[in-house]
């Protein structure tokens, strides 16, 4: 059978290119990063995500070579590089303020790296005009770096970290000054560059959204722990805690009681309603105490009781018109809110469910996870 | 234009009058035709022509020039460093103490400077003249030149100096093709205050000087004891001219250079 699919964290005989080893980084009396072990593959484009001060940063900044383990060693291509300075890895970083040279033409400070290695003229020259191609700045090369727009910063900044040809491409909030839309198309350039080049790609950001659309594996960290490392699908659709479902994307929790053991339970959440038929991943004991965990868009919303394993009567609150969907807040018996989203797939049609109508929500047994914590 | 009530009118003219009316007395009596100062016998420029020919005069301006290059020159290295170590380096144990000892000798009494200076070469038996004046005044202006280059630093953005380690540089090549490039215009200016301290330098030159050379500032001093001639008018015209001249350049190279980077930046927004 082809591999069409890339997942070498799945094959045991692949090696990764970076290995975090039970690095643990404190600063003073605070604790940055907790023996954590962490592996990057070849090509990979990973990304670190999670709100500020969750470590993120450091973990990148030890890759880069600004700061050092306390305890732990951290390996590239199988070689210890805890103790090797920065100018001395074959690591590049892209800056959250892109920290262009000011002094110098966009051309000079894609050269700079370059220069470094004192290769000689002609091959600088062409190295250059390859990154300005793949960037799209040949028309700015003798511009300085004020002297252009934030969208073609960005490009310059990536352009210079890339010139070096790296094993190892470090993007720290790449995209976080500029603007929604410049963004997202930024997002596929990157994505797009990252499959030219071949460089392995380790991004920071604290923007889901990013992470979802240009990673192949998403690292989620809180307070210098790894909580879940998974393909965005896996995050998504299988969150391993009630941290990581509400952290990415929308998310309704719903606390309650394990009715039977096993892997197909009900789950007790309110006086009086009958049980939310759920099934968890791993066997679960009765009267255990859990969450169970559904995205917005799982949930339907009708005026007749549907045909679905779990509805539940309740009364529409709120409604939220996003043009593409809209999400109806309904309170169910017991108080419990829970949103319900639908897709506006026709154009202005009369809406038949309003504010204070009494609705059915409904979902599958298995649209939800229940996680145990 | 608003009109000025007769309050600021007042106000205005007497603080101008306060600040400028010594000066301008000073540089109106050089173009007199007498010798004595303060009695007006016509306009003449014959002081100018006498001062030029006065070899001692121009031995000292000689050796002020001297004294203010080579002094000014160190005090800029050693001050650049001071504050590099000190804003880059963060917080250490002790760090204010240094800071403060760094910062100290700004509001030290010169005289105390001076006699201080005066005791460690006489301790270390060091022959005074042109080299002792030059080590002097190096040890006050270094600080003027560390406070306007540690301003600098502070809003300087670190992550130039990583991004360029980063791309394969030392340290100290990062310093010399990233730092020193962008701080160069505080450099300059923190240079710029060391000479103008240097040029204008009495009483630790006097403290610190020996009988082989005399400064500028020291030789109409001395010249001053023995009455005001108006050689010396004709030679503060021309200090205060220089200096002049030479504010004015400075103002306006950095307003066109701020016109143009603002020009630029909005064609760089009207091109997004």
């Known amino acids: ?373 | 234009m608003r009109r000025f009530s007769w309050f600021n009118t007042v106000s205005l003219t007497l603080g101008f009058a306060f600040l400028y009316l010594p000066m301008v007395l000073l540089v109106f009596y050089s173009f007199n035709e007498s010798r004595l100062v303060t009695v007006w016998a016509g306009f003449s420029t014959k002081w100018y022509g006498e001062l030029l020919r006065d070899q001692a005069f121009l031995d000292a301006a000689w050796v002020t020039v001297k004294v203010a290059v080579f002094s000014s020159t160190l005090a800029t290295v050693l001050g650049t460093m001071a504050a590099y170590v000190l804003v880059r380096a963060g917080r250490f144990h002790g760090r204010t103490l240094f800071s403060g000892m760094i910062y100290a000798p700004l509001v030290m009494p010169e005289v105390i400077t001076g006699l201080a200076l005066l005791l460690l070469f006489i301790g270390i038996n060091l022959d005074r003249g042109v080299f002792t004046i030059v080590l002097a005044h190096t040890t006050f202006a270094m600080c003027y030149v560390s406070v306007v280059v540690s301003s600098r630093l502070t809003t300087f953005d670190k992550s130039l100096e990583e991004a360029a380690l980063d791309l394969g540089c030392s340290p100290f090549e990062a310093f010399r093709l990233v730092t020193l490039p962008i701080i160069a215009p505080a450099v300059i200016s923190g240079w710029l205050l060391a000479f103008t301290l240097s040029l204008d330098d009495l009483v630790i030159a006097s403290f610190t000087t020996g009988p082989s050379a005399t400064t500028l500032p020291i030789k109409i001093f001395s010249a001053v004891r023995l009455g005001v001639s108006p050689q010396i008018n004709a030679l503060s015209t021309i200090m205060i001219a220089i200096v002049t001249v030479g504010v004015i350049t400075a103002s306006i190279l950095s307003k066109r250079a701020a016109v143009a980077q603002r020009r630029d930046e909005q064609a760089a927004i009207r091109a997004e």
């Open chain 1, 1 to 373: 059978m082809a591999q069409t699919v890339f997942a070498p964290w799945t094959d045991p005989d692949q090696k990764p290119i970076i290995e975090f080893r039970n690095v643990t980084k404190s600063f003073g009396d605070f604790t940055a990063i907790h023996d954590l072990s962490l592996n990057i593959y070849e090509r990979e484009f990973f990304a670190l995500l999670g709100p500020s001060g969750c470590g993120k940063t450091t973990m990148m900044r030890m890759l880069a070579g600004f700061e050092t383990a306390t305890s732990g060693d951290i390996y590239l291509s199988g070689k210890d590089i805890g103790h090797v300075p920065p100018n001395q890895r074959p690591v590049n970083m892209m800056f959250q303020s892109y920290a262009l040279f000011p002094h110098l033409s966009v051309w000079d400070n894609i050269a700079f790296g370059l220069r470094r290695e004192s290769k000689d003229k002609a091959f600088i020259g062409d190295r250059v005009e390859e990154m300005l191609r793949l960037t799209r700045l040949t028309k700015f090369a003798k511009r300085k770096p004020h002297q252009i727009s934030g969208g073609q910063r960005q490009r310059v900044a990536l352009a210079r970290s890339l010139a070096k040809a790296p094993k190892l491409l470090l993007l720290d909030e790449p995209l976080g000054a500029l603007d929604r839309k410049l963004r997202e198309q930024t997002q596929f350039e990157l994505m797009d560059i990252q499959e030219k080049t071949g460089t392995t790609f380790v991004i920071v950001t604290h923007d889901q959204e990013e992470a979802m659309t240009v990673a192949s594996r998403i690292a989620v960290m809180d307070e210098g722990n790894l909580v879940q490392v998974a393909t965005p699908a896996e995050i998504y659709e299988a969150p391993n805690s009630v941290y990581v479902a509400d952290f990415i994307g929308d998310v309704n929790i719903i606390e309650g009681r394990a009715t039977q053991p096993g892997t197909k339970t009900g789950i007790a959440w309110a006086e009086g309603q009958p049980p939310i038929l759920a099934t968890p991943a791993k066997s679960v004991e009765a009267g255990q105490s859990v969450h169970f965990a559904i995205r917005p868009e799982k949930v339907t919303i009708d005026v007749e009781r549907p045909d679905r394993p779990n509805t539940f009567r309740g009364k529409v609150i709120d409604i939220a018109y996003l043009g593409n969907i809209s999400t109806y807040h309904v309170e169910l018996a017991g108080g419990q809110m829970i949103k319900a989203q639908m897709v506006n797939a026709r154009r202005l049609a009369n809406r038949h469910i309003t504010w204070e109508d009494e609705v059915w929500v409904g979902f599958t047994d298995t649209a939800g996870v229940v996680l145990e914590e």
